[in-house]
Structures are given as C-alpha cells and as structure tokens.
C-alpha cells in the first residue's frame, strides 16, 4: 500500500556499498526539523537559519530515546556537509534536505536509523520523483525519462532520456491535446446551438483536422520501434553451425577473451550472454551452442538452449563458414525464423573462400536500397567487423534517425495510449462523416483527449502511478 504523502521520508541516494561519499536525503513538511534533531552545524548556527542551497560543514549525531519518549542527540556519527533545498524549489517540490556523509555502510545505516527515530519514514521505491510528478514538478512522461536517465546504456539512449526530460515528448502531446481541445469546443458550441443556424465548423473541415492530428500521432507512434530499442535494448543471437566461428565472434565485438574458442566442433554448450555498445545500440548479445544432430546428451541440451536463444531474440546473426562449403545444416538454419530481422554472417574471411556470393540464397541478397543482408568478416583479422556493427544498427533504426532531434515514444505505454487516441479520434471522424449528432463527436474526441492525456498524466490512476514507480530504485 502507497504511505502517506503528508509523511517527511528519507533514503539513501547513493548506491550500496563503500564509496567517496554517501547522502542521505528527506523530503517533507518535516525534514528540517528531522534533520535539526541530529545535526551540529560547525558554525553554530541552527539549521533552520541556513541559506537554502548551500553546503554547511557540520557533524551528525546519533539520535538516541530518551526517558520522555523525545529523540535526543548524543555520540557523533560522522563528519558532513549538509544542503538545505527549500519548498518548493526542490527535486519534490518540498522542502528537501541532503546529508553528504562518508561513504560507508554503516555510517548511512546509523544516519538512517537516527532519521527514523527522528519521525521520518523509508521512502518507497521512486517516492521522491512521484512526490514530484505529484506536486507539479515533473509530468508523468518526464518523471520516466528521470528513471531512464539512470538506466541509459549509451550516448543515444542518454541522448534520448534528455530530450524527454527536458519536455520534449511531452510538448509535443500537449499541442496535440491543445488541437483537440479547440476541436471539441468548436463541436461542443454546436451542440449547445443547435436550435440556431449558427455553423460552428463545418464538417468537412473537421473531418479533416481529425485526420491531420490522427496523422501526427501516427507519426509519433512510428518512432516507438527505435525508442524503446534504444531505452530497452536489443537482444541479438550468433548462431550457426558448430565452429563456424560463432565464440571467435562474440570475443571480437567484445574485444575480450569472453567465450572459449577451439578447433573441436561443439565446444560452446551453454548460451553466453554479454551487453555492450554497438554503434549506440545497447545490445544483449548471445553467443549459443553450434547447431547440429548429435548423440552426446549435454551437447542435446545446448541445442535446445540455443533453439530457445532464436525464439527470444530480435535479430538473428546466421553464421556461416566462408571456407567452407554450403551443407545441409547450413541451409537449414536459413530456413529457420524467415519472419525475424536476420544478417546472413559469412566468417573466417582471411581463408579462400568457398561460399561466393552467387551461392548466397535471394533472401539475403542486397537489395534495391543497397542494405545488403549478407556481411563477410574475419573475426581473427577483424576485417568487416564494422561493416556488421553499421548492418545490425541499420537493421533496427532508420538512416535519418537522430536521437534527440524530436519527440520519440519510448515505452509501450505511450504507445498503447496512442493507439487508443488513434482509434478514437478515426471514430470521431467516422461519426462526423456518418452525420451522426454532435454528442458522438464530442465523447469520441474526449476519449482522444483522455488517451494522450495519460502519456503525460494529466489523466492517471494510482494503478498507472504504482507501476511506473515500482521500477525505480529507493532514493529516487
Ligand atoms: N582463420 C580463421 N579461423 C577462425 C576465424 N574465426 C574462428 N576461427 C577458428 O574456427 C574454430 C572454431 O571457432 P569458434 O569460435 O570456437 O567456433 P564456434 O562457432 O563458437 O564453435 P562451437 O562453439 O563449437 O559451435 C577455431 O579454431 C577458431 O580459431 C576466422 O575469422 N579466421
Ligand atoms: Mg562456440
């Protein structure tokens, strides 16, 4: 169950473990004077009196019962530097205040235990953001990107959490609502006068502009494939037959000796998996067992991991040995997952090649737009490994993306309320076409509106709140 908004909270905002420093922070009605109660300002003065955003030097205590129930301060805890944030000019809004101790375990542990009995409560997980978002200070969608901004992987999906933070989604939702708003009004005044000859819009023109805001929505939709790839990542399966070079592979993008590599067919038998950076894409990649019939049981059992590999991921990398001739096995697994984004790898490059490009089958010949599907690479040489970084970026984003340059649609949350916006705006259109009374236009464009109003929670249920903070981590 969610506490109290009315309740001072505090956590710990740096991550667990030893570090340089370590801060504690409260939020509320209360967190000067919980503060007050444990912290000796070396200048002497009471905390209350400080410069709102400004460091004081000054010593914490440990908070201690006394006999009368009250918290009373006695042994210190530790050496810090204390900031005071004042309501409302703070992350949430409220009056915020910061203790900048060492960053020790049991430091923050003795400063947390001291703040709670001191009347404050552990913040739940993303409080202080929602406490934001709640009074005014962020919008929904920008109190995401807070949490993506946290979670971003590369420079892209930075790039794009920033954007979203500093309104651009949302300016874009909002000149959308603010369209519909004047539709609505236009067709609600109709409804109003309908005893008179008054033409408010006239209905072709209102078919149209349902159709042009329907077509900037649908715009803003398409970009939800790239943002929730760069948000989210993408999951990438090297597969082939056994020592086509599959581990020798993954070792190369990695640049790190991850994966063991031998001559003997069969040698990796597990999936292997590993994160990293390909030209700004944040990519799971796994490298899985060679495919093939086999008698040996555990080699059974990688094959069938690597079957399940495929199922998951979003792009296939097929490998293939140049050196070697088409076999059967290697056609088989062409055959498999026609439906998923595939690259067609043709490896050890630095040995006479036996698979020319004549013998490559159609479906992964270049095509007109010159995005060929098929990459020759030497993972011992490292020839043509940036060729397949650009030809798995160029599979998933489009050539004139740019993260950043404008509003992207990063959660499928966004996009479902599009499509719901979609929908309903397409029967707006439909009523007004269809002659039918204003009082359908009207309920369908407010269904519209109600849609994009939950991208950024102007409309928004403590359903859609728990389970978009529930995500964030304690402290934020
Ligand atoms: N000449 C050459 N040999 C390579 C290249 N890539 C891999 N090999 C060799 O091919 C053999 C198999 O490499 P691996 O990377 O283990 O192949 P794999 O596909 O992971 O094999 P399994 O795990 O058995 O399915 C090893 O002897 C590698 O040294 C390459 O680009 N050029
Ligand atoms: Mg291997």
């Known amino acids: 169950m969610a506490g109290a908004l009315q309740d001072t909270i505090y956590a710990i905002a740096t991550p667990v473990g030893e570090g340089g420093i370590g801060i504690l922070r409260l939020s509320g009605d209360k967190a000067l004077e919980v503060a007050a109660g444990i912290v000796r300002l070396r200048s002497g003065r009471a905390l209350v009196s400080v410069r709102s955003h400004h460091l004081s030097h000054a010593d914490v205590l440990e908070a201690a019962v006394a006999a009368d129930g009250r918290a009373n301060a006695s042994r210190p805890i530790d050496e810090v530097l204390v900031a005071v944030m004042r ?73 794009l959490a920033q954007e979203q933070l500093r309104g651009g989604l949302s300016q874009e939702i909002n000149r959308l609502r603010d369209g519909l708003v004047q539709l609505l009004a236009q067709v609600e005044a109709a409804i109003d006068f309908t005893e008179e000859d008054i033409v408010f819009i006239q209905p072709q023109e209102l078919t149209g502009r349902l159709r042009e805001v329907g077509a900037a929505i649908a715009r803003l939709a398409d970009t939800s494939r790239e943002g929730r790839i760069l948000r989210e990542g993408m999951t990438v399966a090297i597969v082939g037959r056994p020592n086509v070079g599959k581990s020798s592979l993954l070792n190369a993008l990695l640049h790190a000796d991850r994966a063991i590599v031998t001559p003997i067919p069969g040698t990796t038998r597990d999936v292997l998996e590993e994160v990293l950076n390909i030209r700004g894409l944040p990519v799971r990649l796994l490298d899985t067992a060679g495919v093939r019939q086999t008698e040996d049981l555990v080699e059974q059992e990688g094959v069938r991991r690597s079957r399940a590999a495929m199922e998951q991921a979003e792009l296939l990398l097929i490998l293939m040995d140049g050196s070697l001739p088409f076999g059967d096995e290697d056609r088989e697994l062409l055959a498999l997952h026609p439906d998923k984004k595939r690259l067609l790898v043709i490896t050890k490059s630095d040995l006479p090649c036996r698979v020319p490009d004549a013998s490559v089958p159609a479906c992964f010949k270049a095509n007109p737009e010159g995005t060929g ?56 259109a439909a009523s007004a076409e269809g002659k039918l009374s ?31 903070f529930r995500d964030f981590c304690i402290g934020k």
């Open 373 to 428: 599907a098929v990459v020759r690479i030497s993972a011992l040489t490292g020839a043509g490994l940036d060729g397949l970084r650009d030809a798995i970026r160029k599979t998933v984003l489009r050539e004139d993306f740019e993260p950043g340059d404008s509003a992207v649609v990063t959660r499928l949350r966004h996009q479902t309320s599009l499509q719901k916006a979609r929908e309903a705006l397409a029967n707006a």
């Open 438 to 468: 204003g009082e359908f236009v009207a309920m369908d464009l407010r269904a519209g509106l109600d849609a994009l109003g939950e991208i950024t929670g102007v409309v928004t249920t403590d359903d859609i709140l728990d389970r978009i």
């Open 87 to 159: 309501a409302p000019h703070s992350y949430t809004a409220e009056d915020v205040v910061e203790i900048h101790c060492h960053g020790g375990p049991y430091v923050l542990q003795a400063l947390c235990e001291s703040v709670q009995r001191g009347g404050a409560r552990l913040a739940e997980p993303g409080e202080f953001t929602k406490r934001a978002f709640l009074n005014g200070r962020l919008d929904l969608a920008q109190a995401e990107a807070v949490l993506d901004t946290i979670q971003a992987k590369t420079a892209a999906s930075l790039r």
